[in-house]
């Protein structure tokens, strides 16, 4: 399974943006995909995650209320809609896949990961 990131960019703070991550090269059945950023100087954490059906979902506490998840199953797609953006998200952000369904916190439950896309929020 490849995964392909897009949609970052630059955007000045209480702007949106909406991720995307498309997987190929393989089935995408029954995997939990998460979006996980990492910022300089620090680990990379989760943002959000996913269940494949869609019922089970993460979100950070940073995330609670503004950023949004969802997928369509059919299209191999992800998305992560990000509201009310703050400078502290300023990130590159990664789409993750896990083949466990687990909608894990946890970086080494992931068996796939696309490249990022960079998010920069200016104040």
């Known amino acids: 399974v490849q995964l392909q990131a897009s949609g970052g960019g630059s955007v000045q703070a209480g702007g949106s943006l909406r991720l995307s991550c498309a997987a190929s090269g393989g089935t995408f059945r029954g995997y939990a995909m998460g979006w996980f950023r990492q910022a300089p100087g620090k680990e990379r954490e989760l943002v959000s995650a996913i269940s494949w059906s869609g019922t089970r979902l993460r979100y950070a506490e940073s995330a609670k209320g503004r950023f949004t998840i969802s997928r369509d199953n059919r299209n191999n797609t992800v998305y992560l809609q990000m509201n009310i953006l703050k400078p502290e998200d300023t990130a590159v952000y990664y789409c993750?896949?896990?083949?466990?369904?687990?909608?894990?916190?946890?970086?080494?439950?992931?068996?796939?990961w696309g490249q990022g896309t960079l998010v920069t929020v200016s104040s």
């Open positions: 993750a896949a896990d083949r466990e369904n687990w909608v894990s916190a946890t970086i080494d439950e992931y068996d796939y």
